[in-house]
């Protein structure tokens, strides 16, 4: 909330309403306020990355805990290298096939940064975004914004403002309105100060194309999920979770879903369906809904499906396996994880077991 008590949300979508949005962001985070920002992955709780204070406000407002460290955002690679103590050749690779985009990239931490962002540890995430409006923020600041996801700890990823306000409104003074976030789902998050490099948070940036841009295999942190928290701890099992229990099946028709919810003892009429290929017929679900069957606009919608369905209240959200292919490894993490416990992982497609 500001002064007044009251959170102000501005849109960006004239160059004159962006551009008084930037300046408004920059003086607060100057001030050492934390904003709400769009990225093209997710919206971010943003603050001045150098000072320890304003980052403090992040955890805080989030309920995050003080052992995950938040990501860097900068605006471009010179401000990335002032970040880190060490900038390999396997990051000058990376960045030039990825950045500005949804990676980031675990390295060595410089001094410049703060205890707080990287949870005491030796590395921090560095993540240069593409949206616009968070690159003319970072360049108006001249300084690294520490943002993590702009949601309660362990709670579904905003991706539009509307999400940001129903989550955080009443504790935040300025949430920025910059659409709907084009990749939907977090950046994928690289380990590069491992050998070999080694994949935290699939993301749509996917393993196999980090190998292509390497020329060097690159591990596969997904499984276990116990180890790979203890690295990251945004990796804890369960994370990203809507407020309904959430199912993931895959169907032949309308029949065999129906048969499958009355083994697992659950009223068609309390789920929400988010189905992509085989589509049941709505009458007898608490509703249906269809993304198209390619990755990237699954990915796109999704968190915004899951936010309708805890909207709408229904008690199980049902969401169709998603295909076991590369470019679905993100989106079957994130499904993964929203329904981490008990035996919803059903037909899930698991990735590679390198780690
Ligand atoms: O797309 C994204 O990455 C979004 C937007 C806002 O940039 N941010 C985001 O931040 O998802 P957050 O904090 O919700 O998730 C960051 C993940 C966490 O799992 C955290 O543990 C991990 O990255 N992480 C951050 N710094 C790390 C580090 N130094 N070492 C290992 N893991 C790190
Ligand atoms: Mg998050």
Redesign the pocket.
Same mark, same amino acid.
Request: glycine share 10%; net charge positive; charged share 15%.
């Given at each position: 909330m500001n002064s007044a008590g009251t959170t102000e949300i501005l849109s960006t979508h004239t160059p004159e309403l962006f551009q008084t949005a930037v300046l408004h962001a920059a003086r607060l985070l100057r001030a050492g306020n934390v904003v709400a920002?769009p990225?093209?992955? $997710?919206?971010?709780?943003?603050a001045n990355a150098l000072d320890a204070k304003a980052v403090a406000q992040i955890y805080e407002i989030k309920g995050?805990p003080s052992h @995950?460290?938040?990501?860097?955002?900068v605006s471009d690679l010179a401000m990335a290298k002032r970040c880190v103590s060490h900038w390999p050749a396997t990051a000058t690779r990376l960045a030039s096939a990825f950045w500005p985009g =949804?990676l980031?990239m675990?390295?060595p931490?410089s001094d410049a940064i703060p205890d707080i $962002?990287?949870?005491g540890?030796d590395?921090?995430?560095v993540?240069w975004?593409s949206h616009p409006f968070?690159q003319a923020v970072v360049r108006e600041c001249d300084f690294p914004l520490a943002?993590? !996801?702009? @949601?309660i700890s362990n709670r579904l990823?905003p991706t539009n403002a509307a999400h940001v306000a129903a989550q955080l409104g009443d504790k935040l003074p300025f949430i920025v309105d910059g659409g709907q976030s084009q990749?939907g789902?977090? !950046?994928t998050?690289v380990?590069l100060t491992s050998t070999p490099p080694r994949v935290?948070?699939p993301?749509m940036i996917h393993t196999e194309s980090l190998e292509a841009t390497l020329e060097m295999p690159v591990a596969d942190c997904r499984l276990p999920i116990a180890v790979a928290a203890l690295?990251? =701890?945004?990796?804890l099992k369960k994370?990203y979770s809507p407020r309904a229990k959430l199912f993931v099946l895959s169907w032949r028709d309308t029949a065999a879903l129906l048969a499958q919810l009355s083994t697992l003892n659950i009223p068609p009429s309390r789920c929400g369906i988010i189905a992509h290929t085989t589509i049941p017929s709505d009458e007898q679900f608490g509703g249906v809904s269809v993304i198209p069957h390619d990755a990237e606009a699954f990915a796109r919608a999704i968190y915004s499906e899951l936010h309708r369905c805890d909207e709408a209240a229904v008690e199980w959200i049902i969401v169709e396996s998603p295909p076991a292919a590369p470019e679905w490894e993100g989106i079957a993490d994130r499904l993964r994880r929203a329904s981490a416990e008990g035996m919803e992982t059903r037909n899930l497609p698991i990735g590679r077991e390198v780690c």
């Open positions: 920002l990225t093209e992955t $997710v919206y971010g709780l943003a995050r @995950n460290p938040i990501i860097v955002h =949804p980031t675990v390295l931490r $962002v990287t949870a540890g590395t921090v995430g993540r975004p968070i943002a993590p !996801s702009a @949601n990823s990749v789902i977090e !950046s998050v380990d935290l948070r993301g690295k990251s =701890p945004g990796l994370h």
